[in-house]
């Protein structure tokens, strides 16, 4: 269900930000613009998960200069160890408000733009 919920959320982000770009630019640059943006989607993403998982591993108390190691673990496992799973992601929920948070900044700061379509006249090159 979870995953439903999730897959839609990216499934209807991912066309609108494709268009957004093509929009923007010049038919001439819309190539170098998907990259641009394809690049720098996927380090964004790789980044947020990087931090998320640091503030993971902060939270539980691993810190590589203490020769952090973790193990894998079930939910009863850390309630044994005394370890409480809610305030363990608290961190990582509330980063991922902060970054909804500026993406909504973002996405209400956009320009409005009228698509552009097939009947547009191309400029010749210069």
Do not use: K
Not at 10 to 17: D, H, K, L
Not at 48 to 73: N, Q, S
Request: charged residues 10%; aromatic residues 6%; contains cysteine.
């Amino acid at each position: 269900m979870v995953l439903s919920v999730v897959a839609f959320g990216i499934g209807t982000t991912y066309p609108v930000g494709t268009v957004s770009i093509q929009n923007a630019v010049s038919r001439y640059q819309v190539g170098a613009a998907m990259g641009a943006m394809n690049f720098f989607r996927g380090l964004t993403a790789a980044f947020i998960v990087a931090v998320m998982g640091a503030i993971l591993l902060a939270t539980l108390g691993v810190a590589p200069e203490r020769g952090g190691h973790v193990t894998v673990m079930s939910a009863t496992a850390a309630n044994a160890l005394g370890i409480d799973l809610a305030h363990v992601f608290r961190g990582v929920f509330g980063l991922g408000v902060v970054c909804l948070i500026v993406s909504l900044i973002a996405l209400i700061r956009m320009e409005e733009r009228p698509l552009r379509g097939r009947s547009e006249e191309i400029p010749p090159p210069a």
